[in-house]
Every structure is written in C-alpha cells, then in structure tokens.
C-alpha cells in the first residue's frame, strides 16, 4: 500500500487531502497503556503496506488499491477489530507472497474510512503493539496468521539519565531537519515538541524520517527502545549532514549566479561610459586584428576561418575564459607567414663561398645543396629536399643548417628532438585544450617569419615515444615531400604548406630511426675528420674564435702546424673536433692570464709551451709494432672516434685442438675466429699446414687491449692470416694491414669505414693495406693526398691474402 497525504490540525484529523509536502504522520493522545494493551485473536488478518512502515502509537492514512485489501479493512472495520500490518520488501510486487513480506510489523486499527472523489478509498489506520508472524494459516481471501506480541524493552532506574539525553537529542536532531528541509512543513516541528511519551516520540520520528524501508523495518525490529534510538540517532545525524550539505551547495551556487549577473551588469555599464568617451579597448583590439588580417597574403580557405572565428570573438564577453583563448587563436593565424617566402640568391659562386667558408670538408653535403640552388635556378620551381647527415658528434652536422641559409639567402629555423616523447610536440593540441598551442614545426615557422626557411631537425634519432603518441609517425608527414604541402596542425585546424621548407635532419646513428622515416630522407654520410682536416678546421676557425672569444689579439700568439698536429694527435681523439674547441679555448684561457697578469711569454707557442700549459699527453698515438714471430698481424678497425691499428696473436701449445679466444670480443668477431680456424683446417694440404699440428695442438687468439670490447666481421681475414702464420712458422711482412670478412669458402668480403680506415693506417706508418676488391669503389672517393704513399691489394679470397702477407 501507498502512503496517503493529508494535513493535521492540533484538534486531530481532517478530511482535507493534501500535497505531500504538507502531510506528517501524527501520534494518538492515548495513554500508552492504552495502546500497548490488545486482545490478539487467533487468527490476526495481515495486511501487506507498500512503502511504508507502521509503528506503535503512529496514526498514517493508506490508500487502498487492492481488492484484498479493501475487503480486510471493510471487515475489521465494521466489526471493530484489530488487523497485522507488514511491510513488504519489494514495493512493486503487485500480488505479495509470504516470503515478499517482513516477519515483524505492527497491530493496528481502522480510524475511519475515506471514500475519495475520485472513486478510490483510503483508511487512516493506528499502529498498537509490535508483532512478530509465527505462522500463515490463510491465505484466501486474504492473508491470516498466527503471531506472537513483541513487548518493548525501557531503560532500567540507573539509566534513565542516559535514555533521557538520548531522547532530548533526537529531539534536537528531528528540529534540525524540519528546519533546513524544504519538504517537511513548519508544523511537524510543533507535533515534535508537544509529545511528552518518549516511546512516542521515538516511533514518531521512526516513521516521519526519510530513509528506506528496510532501515525503518530494523528500527522496528529492535526491542530495546534505548538501541533503537541510537540507531535512529545514526540516521538523523546523516540526514542532517546531507541537509546542511546541500544547502551550502545551493547557497554557492546562488552566489556564483548572482556575482556572473553582478559582473555582467558592471561590464554593460562600463561599455556605455566607453561608448561615451570613445571606443572600448576590446573594440579597438578587434580592430586591430581586422587591420593586420588586411596584409596577410593568406589563401581563400584561411581567410574564411579568420573572419569567422572573429565574428565569433566579438560575440564573446570578454571576462569568459573563452575569449583570451579566441583570441589567442586569431593571433596565432595573423603571426603565422602564410605564403610569405623569402627570395633564394642564384649566384652559384657566391653561395659556393659561402659554404667553403663556413665548413672546411663535408664535400658530399655542399655539392647537394649546390644541385638543389641550380634546379631551381633553372627551373623556377621544385619541391625541397628532405636531407639526413648521419655521422658521429661534433663533425659540424647542426651548424651547417646556418651555413646553408646564408648560402641561399633563407632564414634559418631549428628544433631539437632529442627526448621528445609527445605527438603533440609536432602536431599541437587542438585549442579547446586549457593552454593548448602549435606544434613545434608552426611555432619555429612563426619565429622564422618565413614560409621557406632551412629548418634543422637535430637529433631525429634520438626521439622517444610514449603514452602520448609516436613522434617519429607524426614526422612522416612533415617530412614526406608528396605530403607536406598540405601539413595539419591541430591547434591551426587548417592545412599549412611546408612544401617550400628546406628539412635537413641530424643523426648519429640510423639504426634507431624507423624505417618509413628513413624512407623519406636523403641520406648523407658526414664521416669523421682527418688529421689533416682537423688542422685546417683549427687553423680556418676554431683557434681564431676562440682567441676573439678570450680577448686575446692575433698579434701576441702564433701557433704552427707542428705544434697543432701535436694537440691534435696528443690530446683530443674523436671524429669531430669538439673536443679540440675545448682543447683549444683552454689554452686560450692560458695565455689571455698571462696578458693580464703581464707575464712574458714567447709569440710562437711551441710543444713544451702545450705540455707546461695543458699538461702531460692525454693519448698515444698508435704506432706500428714490428711483427718478429709468426701469428701477428695488424688490422684495422673503425671506431666513433675514427680509424684505429689492432694487433692479432696467436699462439700454439700442447693439446687437443681447442680454440681459445681472449680481448672482450663481441660474438661477431668470435664468429670470424672459428670461421677462420675452420678454413684453415679444411684446406690445410693447399697451405701446406701438418694437420696433425692442429690436432695436436691448442689454439689461442688474442687481440690486445683487452679492456676496450670489440666487434664486427672486418677482422676475419686478420685472424685467418694469423692462424695460418702460426701453423706455418713464416713471419707476416713488415708495415702491411688488412682488413676483411671471410666466409667459409673463403671468400673475401667488403667492409665499412674504409677512409677512417686507411688513415688510421697511414698515421701509423703502414706501407701496405689489403682489401676486398668491392672496396675499391671506398678508396676513389678518398682525395689522393690522403693515400698518398701506400699500396692497395684488392682480393677475393683468402688464398690471394696469405699469399701476399705472408713471407716466402
């Protein structure tokens, strides 16, 4: 059953039906002995209520909707008798069951029976006494059961004082909410204060609180008037809580509400004073904006956005947190060069100097550009380059990208990708984002105040990736030729043209960049300097920076090319010459103290000057060693700070044929030793090796500096010459290096670093350098100054090495 509202006067009921907001259930003015006391039937008819929980001494109407039950209330009330009143646990159960019922509940009486207007009828019932169901004996033509009186337990004498203060609290509580619940009428607040029973009372509050069902179903189960209290007591003190909640976020709100409106009305105000005086400065901005957007050469499409978007901000109020981001955007659009290109110099020689100036060396990179300046000297028009320099650190890949801007006439751009882990970094953020801004490619365009500037992208191969996205997929378009002219930036949200970018792209090493980004790319190979390279390096710009960075005149110290070879050889080793700047700016350092201290000092630096001023020698150079026993032999190696001399030993000693090698080797070069020793043992009657030598015999290899790990195939005919001078007892020849992979045919292979390669060789004093014949097409691209005075021997198998290494 449902409850039904209606309103109470202090005389007692009335037939006035009300709206919810204005109903209470209200309490009898009987005696409550006079409640409590009833003469149970045998058979005590249940009638099953819908959302609502009768307790003792509670007077609440029910509306009646089904026909069981309107036949249950007719006939107790016309014979005056008394009915179990159950709650059921689930309210939309239209035909409860037994087990669809709660086993306690309470005995009530019919008041009186309300025929309502609109054909319904309704009963104000009174709960009497608790009652717990023993057992249903009927169920037709409704339910009748057997059941037991629940008596409720009071405080004991000794704690009446606690029960007391219990009960003064729920009455405290119960105001409370009155008070700061808009459901609950004034009223019920007088019936809280006039009920003097306290068993009343705390049925009354039971009844009228707004919580479920089920907890008004445990509070009528408890025996203990004092427990229950208490846990009546948790409810209230939870409904209160939520009541003062809710009004402070209401009052909050109103205010929130009533500050906008405020504002609101202050901004209209100040708008018509400055309508009065003159233009508003948000108008006189907008202006402005309008006036810039006059000169942009942008295409149709941008223009349409602008002046869109700036209707849009004219409509804004300019106190919104929208409005500065609007704004934002439109300014964005008006900084960015659309189609503003600056004019490329076709004077082949003069940007020719321009790169012979800058850089000494980096043949294969200038003579690119100068292709790339003809065509489109010739032709007018032609889609940018996407060029990669690869090659080990401070060969002068970065600073070239300025070199190349002077030499075209371009402005010059460049952005850093090392660590970049976020797509957003090259793509921007759409501009809803709080913050949001271009990507790093618009926002440098921005700065280069060009559509067509050299733009360096420095350490592509160091580019992370995260939860954000893949930077590296993101360039794919930036760096795609066929792509580019129409890039998206998230932020922008309209296509920009970096067709006309010259991207030249920086990297170490290519074996961490993706392959459709290598894909993309030009790839050029910036190999290490040479010795005579560093000198003119030193000589052209390094040295005369470093002394104009010091304060130290031209005119006080000289250096020669001995005492320069010396710093080079003797203090720095690496592929570049970044080390050598330092190097460099140090001994500047030296000589800029001793002319403010007004020290004599000698104009001509010598060596013991370099020694007295830079110390004891960091690095030896290497030097060949005399090979006087058979099974050494020299090779050569490529290392990040260019070419180096190895030795490889071997040695013989009595045993079972096992191989055993030493020198941190990595697997690769691990791999050429067993290939080797096996082509050796295969062909042993062809070298005239005694096979019983190597059965006989255990086998050592060993490549010196052992702290130094070394790796890759290109030793492969070293140790296979080695081995078999050892097996041989003949000597290799003097001042001769090789380097080579093998295969277990014997088959020679080419290699990699063959320039470094070979100076290396040549500073080391070797006369004869044997090669794979693949590599010739290496050393012609080697200028003949540097090779001048050795021999090359081309091969193509071992047989063709030993035959020239080894002594007849």
């Known amino acids: 059953m449902d409850n039904y509202k209606i309103s109470i006067n202090q005389a007692g009921l009335s037939d006035e039906y009300e709206s919810e907001a204005e109903f209470i259930p209200i309490v009898s003015d009987e005696d409550e002995s006079d409640i409590t006391e009833v003469d149970l039937p045998e058979l005590l008819p249940i009638l099953p209520l819908r959302n609502t929980v009768l307790f003792p001494g509670v007077i609440v109407p029910i509306s009646l909707g089904r026909d069981k039950s309107l036949k249950l209330v007719r006939e107790v009330q016309r014979n005056g008798g008394l009915f179990g009143a159950l709650a059921q646990m689930e309210a939309d159960v239209e035909d409860p069951k037994v087990e669809d019922l709660y086993q306690v509940g309470t005995i009530a009486k019919v008041i009186k029976l309300l025929e309502m207007p609109d054909g319904s009828t309704s009963a104000i019932i009174q709960g009497k006494t608790r009652f717990e169901v023993e057992e249903v004996v009927e169920s037709e033509p409704y339910f009748k059961a057997k059941v037991k009186q629940l008596t409720d337990i009071k405080p004991e004498e000794d704690k009446t004082r606690d029960y007391e203060a219990l009960v003064s609290s729920l009455k405290d509580l119960s105001l409370r909410i009155i008070k700061n619940s808009s459901n609950i009428p004034p009223e019920a607040s007088f019936a809280v204060k006039n009920i003097e029973n306290s068993t009343f009372l705390i049925n009354f509050i039971c009844s009228n609180t707004d ?60 708008k018509h004073i400055q309508d009065e005086l003159g233009s508003s400065p948000i108008e006189q901005e907008i202006r402005d904006l309008k006036e810039q957007a006059e000169t942009k050469k942008w295409g149709k499409e941008v223009a349409e956005l602008f002046y869109k978007e700036i209707d849009k901000l004219e409509r804004l109020n300019p106190a919104t947190g929208e409005y500065s981001v609007q704004h934002n955007y439109l300014q964005t659009l008006l900084d960015i060069p659309w189609n ?39 032709k007018g028009d032609l889609k940018s380059p996407i060029i990669c320099l690869y090659g080990p650190p401070g060969v002068g890949k970065t600073s070239l990208g300025k070199s190349v801007a002077d030499a075209l006439g371009r402005k010059y751009a460049r952005m850093s990708l090392g660590g970049v882990h976020d797509e957003a970094e090259i793509r921007g953020h759409r501009k809803t984002y709080i913050g949001a801004m271009p990507g790093r490619i618009i926002q440098n365009i921005k700065k280069a105040e060009s559509a067509n500037p050299v733009f360096i992208l420095d350490e592509i191969d160091k580019i992370g990736s995260s939860a954000h996205g893949d930077p590296a997929a993101a360039l794919l378009e930036v760096l795609d030729p066929e792509q580019n002219e129409n890039f998206h930036d998230n932020f922008l949200e309209v296509d920009f043209d970096l067709s006309k970018v010259i991207f030249i792209a920086t990297a170490n ?134 070419g180096e001399i190895l030795y490889v030993e071997s040695s013989l000693s009595k045993g079972n044929g096992k191989l055993t090698l030493t020198g941190n080797l990595g697997d690769v070069m691990k791999e050429s030793a067993v290939l080797a020793l096996e082509y050796i043992k295969s062909h042993s009657k062809e070298l005239k090796i005694n096979y019983k030598l190597i059965e006989g015999n255990n086998i050592h290899v060993h490549v010196p500096e052992g702290a130094i790990p070394k790796d890759g195939p290109s030793a492969g005919i070293t140790m296979a010459t080695a081995l078999a001078s050892i097996f041989t007892g003949k000597k290799v020849k003097k001042r001769i290096a090789m380097t080579g992979e093998i295969t277990l045919r014997g088959k020679v292979l080419p290699v990699g670093g063959i320039k470094e390669k070979i100076l290396a060789a040549k500073r080391a004093g070797i006369k004869e350098i044997i090669l794979s014949k693949e590599n010739l097409k290496d050393v012609s691209e080697i200028k003949d100054i540097y090779i001048e005075g050795l021999e090359f021997h081309y091969v193509n198998e071992i047989k063709e090495v030993l035959s020239i290494a080894i002594e007849k």
């Open 340 to 378: 503003e290109y600056t004019e490329d110099k076709f004077d082949m020689e003069s940007a020719e100097d321009v790169l012979n100036r800058d850089h000494f060396g980096l043949d294969g990179v200038k003579e690119r550009i100068l292709e790339h300046l003809a065509v489109l000297k010739l």
């Open 509 to 642: 090493t290519l074996s961490t960049i993706s392959q459709p980004l290598l894909d993309r790319m030009e790839m050029i190979e910036v190999s290490g300097y040479i010795l005579e390279e560093k000198y003119e390096i030193a000589k052209r710009h390094l040295w005369p920076k470093q002394l104009e960075n010091h304060g130290v005149p031209k005119s006080k110290v000289s250096i020669s090319k001995t005492t320069m070879t010396f710093i080079i050889e003797n203090y720095t080793r690496e592929s570049g010459v970044r080390e050598l700047n330092k190097v460099l700016a140090k001994l500047a350092r030296k000589y800029a103290l001793k002319i403010a201290t007004n020290k004599e000092f000698k104009k001509a630096i010598s060596i013991d000057d370099i020694k007295a001023n830079l110390g004891v020698e960091r690095f030896s150079k290497e030097k060949y060693q005399d090979t006087h026993v058979p099974g050494v032999v020299t090779g050569l190696a490529w290392t990040a700070v260019g």
């Open 211 to 270: 919580i479920s069902v089920k907890e008004k179903q445990a509070l009528l189960k408890i025996d203990d008037l004092k427990e229950r209290g208490m846990k009546l007591l948790e409810f209230l003190a939870r409904e209160v809580q939520l009541l003062e909640l809710k009004n402070d976020i209401q009052s909050k709100v109103k205010l929130d509400i009533d500050q906008q409106q405020r504002e609101y009305m202050l901004h209209q105000q100040m």
